[in-house]
């Protein structure tokens, strides 16, 4: 088998290429009848090249995305399609939010664990040409989560503190907009704070809007919050962190859909697993796709709803 080890120099607060390149020679000293080679990324959209270049032979290959979110969402992009090809997160980020849909995210750390990892099948969220593995969002909360990576890297400020940060700013600048909303086929019109599309269930560094998310259940979860005035911000921003949205059913509407149209009427930030695209009309939906994610034996992901 081999292993493929996508290592992003730039992710999290140092460079994590000598601590997971000695991680690997340890752990696979020991492993004969496997073949690990580490790769380093270059710049936005390689870990996704590397990961598609090296899916192509067809031959059964694991892929390591060491790094954040953003990494991740590279190497699934590259990777999905391919069913030779399974991937997983050693997590090198400030984030590393997808992960924490599983019990004991800090078993990722364990390579010796994670390289005979289990594979489990998940769904994809396709949005504005990208493949999106964990969570999406339009609106205030897109801009807030696209400004974060400038905090992150401030001193001692952490994954959520970067997020208090920036939501600070962004409220100053303005909540609300105007939105057409399409879910499955039924429109929603109005001025909205923002909309998450969820698979995964963890972003922002500590934001679990939906709890009872499953990214195997071929259908998306989505959050509306309608529009709030800067005075009650604090107090719905509280609710959708905690997943608490039922006890604000009257500004936090949920659905359960295969797909979302957003029209926005100028160009806004869409948030894509944490990566920043810009559009006046996006659609997310189940994706035809899947990826083949493979955790620690025995990890336990499901939310039992």
């Known amino acids: 088998m081999k292993h ?36 380093l990324t270059e710049g936005p959209g390689h870990a996704a090249e590397l990961a598609r270049d090296a899916c192509r032979p067809g031959d059964p290959l694991r892929i390591y995305a060491c790094g954040g979110d953003g990494t991740l969402n590279e190497v699934v992009n590259g990777a999905a399609g391919f069913p030779n090809a399974a991937v997983t997160h050693y ?34 969220i396709q949005a504005g040409g990208r493949l999106s593995l964990n969570i999406c969002s339009i609106g205030f909360d897109a801009r807030i989560g696209t400004s974060i990576d400038r905090y992150r890297r401030l001193p ?41 599309v969820c698979n995964g269930r963890w972003y922002g560094g500590g934001f679990n809007p939906v709890p009872e998310a499953e990214p195997d259940d071929g259908l998306l979860d989505v959050l509306i919050v309608r529009a709030v005035s800067r005075l009650t911000v ?44 810009l559009s006046d009309d996006v659609t997310f939906s189940v994706a035809p796709e899947k990826i083949r994610f493979f955790c620690p034996p025995g990890a336990v992901w499901r939310s039992n709803r």
């Open 156 to 196: 001692l400020v952490t994954g959520s503190g970067a997020y208090v940060l920036s939501t600070i700013v962004n409220t100053v600048r303005g909540i609300h907009r105007p939105y057409i909303i399409d879910i499955d086929g039924r429109v929603v019109e109005g001025r909205q704070t923002l909309l998450c």
């Open 4 to 39: 493929l080890f996508l290592i992003n120099p730039a992710a999290g607060k140092f460079d994590h290429t000598a601590v997971v390149t000695e991680a690997v020679r340890r752990v696979f000293a020991g492993r004969p009848d496997d073949a690990a080679e580490i790769l």
């Open 234 to 277: 604090p107090a719905v921003i509280g609710a959708y962190k905690a997943g608490r949205y039922r006890d604000l059913s009257n500004i936090i509407a949920h659905y359960r859909c295969r797909s979302i149209r957003v029209r926005c009427g100028e160009v806004s930030a869409v948030n894509v697993d944490g990566e920043l695209l």
């Open 91 to 124: 997590p090198c980020g400030s984030g590393n939010d997808f992960i924490r849909i599983f019990r004991d995210p800090a078993a990722f750390r364990d390579l010796a664990r994670l390289a005979d990892g289990e594979i489990a099948e998940f769904d994809l």
